[in-house]
């Protein structure tokens, strides 16, 4: 669908909010709505069974938010929100600033700059399916590839009526994706009169990091419909990492320069001399007139080291523009058309170091930098003599390093626009004494993106600027990598730069019709029905710019993906009643689903679950679920073309080695006893397999809802309800790349270059890692099991007002990935790796005060500690744990919020809060790639204060 299309069909969408209740005004002759057939339409479909029926709401273990528990976190991104779940994972979010300088994980979905999403039972963001008034939401791109996960971001707070959450397969009943859990966004449909909204907030350490967010908003009833129109802009401002100590201070917290970069501005030159010594040197400064070697140079040493941590950012800035209009008509008594339509623009960016320029096999790049070097006749060579590449056969340099921060930080500047459009008919009819709800919908959702990257460099010509001084001719410019800071002159900066630019798109295209309502009815009551058909087309893109594609980029290489596959499915699912009014059974019901689709991609495959309602009696509601999964490999798990992936590992062979086994392990895999890691990063190939097939899953969960009657209208409670449940998932099949780390470590200690641990690891003579194969494959399985808990408790009204507390918490037993027999992955409960943590607890207690115009709301979030490996801390006091490790102690924060409707003829409300009341640093993470925590799990240090004002009329 083209720009202009889109465009065209919002406005068209926009246009028929307001024509409708004039056409309806104008048709004075319209019988009167019969108010029961209303009502039928209006019957509830509940997550986690597509029939409709009040008794199914407590069939499954599912979570409703709504509109107002949304305003009261005080936060303005859907995905943040979401994140705070006690049955949420990590997951990506605007606190990530990891853009295109690490390159692309291995399942080809690209960085996700600026995104955020939601990883129910850490299970990962594509194992979560998201869906907006039932149908399937677009999935994200920002320009580094084709993500198989939701950007939630792309979803405004402002047209959210409500959320419901189920956090269990459901893959029967939904299809694909759907293994960690199902989210629902129902969207608002009507709204009596206009309203706008203007909220601004901010960190008080913190310098930088305002949020602000206008909404305006129309909504209402006519005499056959209903309509809603919604304008959303969000602005969050930047915080630089060195705004915090902790973020800013080191590379890894407590460990100084020893974790920073060997690309220093005053360069880092490693080669063999005319006598056949190795030197490792950097320059005593800037020497603008010309260095004279070796006078005007040192020994490489940790103190020349660079910090580039200050350059990166703790908050990335971002924009968010959105139109929203949604409108319902009643064609007749039983028919209503609905049309929606959403358009949002994002405009977000990313910041990182002046981009290192690494020359030489040490590099490890794999590409054109390995081969470059330095002529004899390149005009700033101090030495006399050439610096060629050292392989098998001879050369004398191992590796340069040159930090141009000249040429200023790298900056990643994403533009994303979403676009939404649904349209359908629902409807009932009665039959034979019973009656059947139905429906048809059509959506197409697009996601498409472009990035612009200032500040990285050409290689090619970094080639031709240092080779002989004869073949730099034209608009050639001679490079001086020897002078020291300030000495790369505009000239020669606008010769090997260029400004890069990316895109990426995603798109959906769904057809799907429904229909549900009961069979016959047994002596325990109606057994009851839905079914339906669905539809998918799925395409996506991802254009790097012409320089990456030809390898000639500086930066991290990457090469063009697309591809496109169909989806049709059929499914079918029945409640019976079994028992009902009997001693013990005052409701005993069974739910049976089965889906079969069928992909363009791999063929078909069927999936069914069967459920259990037991309600004892009106106290007590017993319940469980078993059922199986699915998740189809995504467009780029599939397609993703191979890329470059810089992942922080520690290489048990890099000099000094404690352990004598290790060092002879390293020997035998060819290692120099010499070597030392020139840098915190290893270069990884990463990329899809079209040999993939889908992830399996096997799912229970079994529970239960104790509302006692001794808690009803008491004098300490108006009503008590306390639900319990355990889960268990299996991920069979498991789509996703070994962990690098785990894998170089177990390749390292089998000692033998031909284990199956070391396939795909690749030295060179000088020992470096210049090639490490991490793409997909079907790995293994996952297995986690745990148990969730809620305790609401309503108070009677006392004379200062009403009480009510929920408390919420999640308990992980188990969580492994297993990549092979005998062989798992670090992740596990309790043990923080690679970004993302996994607590053991998690826990949420809101306690919710009101009388009056008055309201408050006091929210505490616990999360239990943390154990990771030092990594690169190792050796350094801050590393105290017991072998290795280092603890990341529990946290609470504590958030408060307080609304008073004012007094007057407006309906005006105003709310205040702050969050993180008591200004809870997060606990340092030695394992985390930026900022020295875990942007995932934790808020940024100091509170963040806000206050909005809601006007009606």
């Known amino acids: 669908m083209s720009h202009t299309l889109r465009q065209r069909t919002l406005a068209a969408a926009i246009a028929a909010v307001f024509a409708l209740p004039m056409l309806a005004h104008a048709q004075d002759a319209t019988p009167p709505v019969d108010k029961k057939n209303v009502k039928q339409l209006e019957a509830v479909e509940v997550l986690g069974s597509r029939i409709r029926g009040a008794e199914l709401a407590t069939q499954t273990p599912t979570t409703v938010i709504t509109a107002q528990q949304l305003a009261q976190t005080g936060l303005t991104s859907l995905g943040d929100i979401l994140q705070q779940l006690t049955t949420s994972g990590s997951a990506l979010n605007t606190k990530f600033n990891s853009a295109g300088n690490f390159g692309f994980p291995p399942d080809g979905s690209g960085v996700g700059s600026g995104s955020a999403t939601l990883s129910l039972r850490n299970l990962g963001a594509k194992r979560t399916l998201i869906l907006v008034d039932g149908l399937r939401w677009v999935n994200e791109s920002s320009a580094s590839g084709v993500s198989a996960a939701v950007d939630l971001n792309t979803i405004p707070v402002s047209i959210i009526e409500r959320i419901e959450i189920l956090p269990d397969g459901a893959s029967a009943l939904y299809g694909s994706d759907a293994i960690g ?392 699912e029945a409640n019976a009643p079994l028992l009902a009014d009997k001693p013990f059974i005052e409701a005993l019901n069974i739910d049976l689903a089965s889906r079969y689709s069928n992909y363009s991609t791999f063929g078909g495959t069927t999936n069914s679950q069967a459920g259990l309602r037991w309600q004892v009696d009106k106290q007590l509601t017993l319940r469980g679920t078993w059922g199986q999964g699915f998740r189809a490999p995504a467009i780029g798990e599939l397609y993703g073309s191979p890329a470059r992936f810089d992942a922080t590992l520690q290489d048990p062979c890099s000099a000094p080695i404690a352990n004598a086994a290790t060092a002879a392990n390293c020997a035998a895999l060819g290692v120099p006893a010499s070597y030392s890691q020139p840098n915190p990063q290893i270069s990884v190939t990463t990329g899809g397999n079209k040999l993939l097939q889908p992830e399996k899953a096997r799912t229970l969960t079994w529970g239960g809802i104790y509302s006692p009657d001794w808690a009803v209208d008491t004098g300490w409670a108006q009503r008590l309800d306390i639900t319990a449940d355990y889960y268990r998932i299996t991920v069979r099949n498991a789509i996703q790349a070994l962990d690098a780390q785990t894998q170089l470590d177990d390749c390292v200690a089998s000692g033998n270059a031909a284990s199956s641990f070391c396939q795909g690891i690749q030295r060179n003579s000088t020992g470096n890692i210049d090639g490490f194969n991490n793409t997909l494959r079907n790995i293994g399985r996952i297995d986690t099991s745990g148990a969730d808990l809620t305790v609401k408790w309503t108070l009677p009204e006392f004379s200062f007002g009403r009480l009510t507390n929920t408390f919420g918490a999640t308990y992980i037993n188990t969580f492994s990935e297993q990549t092979s027999p005998g062989v798992y992955g670090p992740r596990k409960p309790g043990v923080e790796t690679n970004d993302s943590g996994i607590p053991r607890w998690r826990a949420v207690n809101d306690l919710m005060w009101s009388r009056g115009t008055w309201s408050a709301d006091w929210r505490m979030r616990y999360m239990s500690g943390l154990t990771e490996d030092c990594a690169g801390a190792t050796g350094f006091a801050i590393c105290n744990g017991p072998g290795n490790t280092h603890y990341l102690g529990a946290v609470t924060y504590h958030d408060v919020r307080a609304s008073w409707r004012v007094p007057l003829a407006l309906n005006l409300v105003i709310n205040a809060g702050i969050n993180n009341l008591f200004a809870k640093d997060p606990p340092v993470c030695l394992s985390c790639s930026l900022n020295g925590y875990d942007a995932s799990n934790y808020d940024l240090p100091g509170r963040f204060t806000y206050i909005q004002a809601n006007l009606r009329f």
Not at 454 to 472: D, E, F, K, W
Not at 502 to 522: E, K, M, R, V
Request: hydrophobic share 35%; aromatic share 12%; net charge negative.
């Open 181 to 572: 859990g199902v989210v629902n966004i129902i969207t608002k449909r009507s709204q009596d009169g206009a309203a706008v909204s203007y909220y601004v907030g901010g960190y008080d350490a913190l310098s930088g990091g305002m949020t602000s967010t206008g909404t305006a908003s129309l909504g209402g009833k006519f005499k056959r419909g209903e309509f809603f129109i919604d304008f959303e802009h969000v602005k969050q401002n930047a915080i630089s990492s060195g705004a915090w100590s902790q973020s800013g201070g080191a590379c890894v917290p407590g460990t100084g320069l020893a974790n920073c970069s060997s690309a220093t501005p005053t360069g880092r030159f490693i080669f063999v001399d005319p006598q056949n010594v190795t030197q490792d040197v950097t320059l005593n400064g800037a020497f603008p007139n010309g260095a004279v070697y070796p006078t005007d140079f040192h020994d490489f040493s940790t103190a020349d080291r660079f910090n580039f941590a200050p350059y990166n950012l703790l908050l990335t800035p971002s924009k968010r523009d959105s139109v929203f209009a949604s409108t319902r008509y009643q064609l007749t008594d039983n028919i209503t058309w609905y049309l929606r339509g959403l358009y949002v623009q994002r405009h977000s960016t990313n910041q990182a170091a002046p981009e290192p320029i690494f020359l030489g096999p040490g590099a490890g790049t794999g590409g054109l930098a390995d081969t470059v070097g330095v002529d004899v006749s390149n005009p700033y060579n101090p030495f006399g003599y050439s610096l060629v590449p050292q392989t098998a056969t001879g050369g004398n340099l191992i590796l340069i390093g040159r930090r141009p921060i000249e040429g200023g930080p790298r900056i990643f500047s994403q533009t994303v626009n979403t676009w939404e459009f649904a349209t359908g008919l629902t409807g009932s009819f009665s039959w034979n004494d019973h009656d059947y709800y139905w429906d048809v919908n059509f959506s197409h959702g697009s996601n498409s993106a472009t990035q612009t990257v200032q500040g990285t460099y050409n290689i090619a010509h970094i080639q031709r600027a240092l080779g002989p001084l004869s073949q730099c001719t034209g608009n050639c410019v001679p490079l001086n990598l020897f002078g020291g800071p300030g000495t790369i002159t505009p000239a020669m900066l606008a010769y090997i730069g260029y400004i890069e630019h990316d895109s990426s798109a995603n798109d959906i295209d769904l057809y799907s019709a429904n229909l549900n309502g009961a069979l016959f009815t047994l002596p325990a009551g109606e057994v009851k029905f839905a079914t339906g058909v669905e539809s998918r087309r799925y395409s996506g893109y991802y254009q790097p710019d012409a320089v990456v594609v030809a390898g000639e980029s500086n930066g991290v290489p990457s090469l063009p993906t697309s591809g496109a596959y169909n989806v049709n499915e059929y499914y079918l």
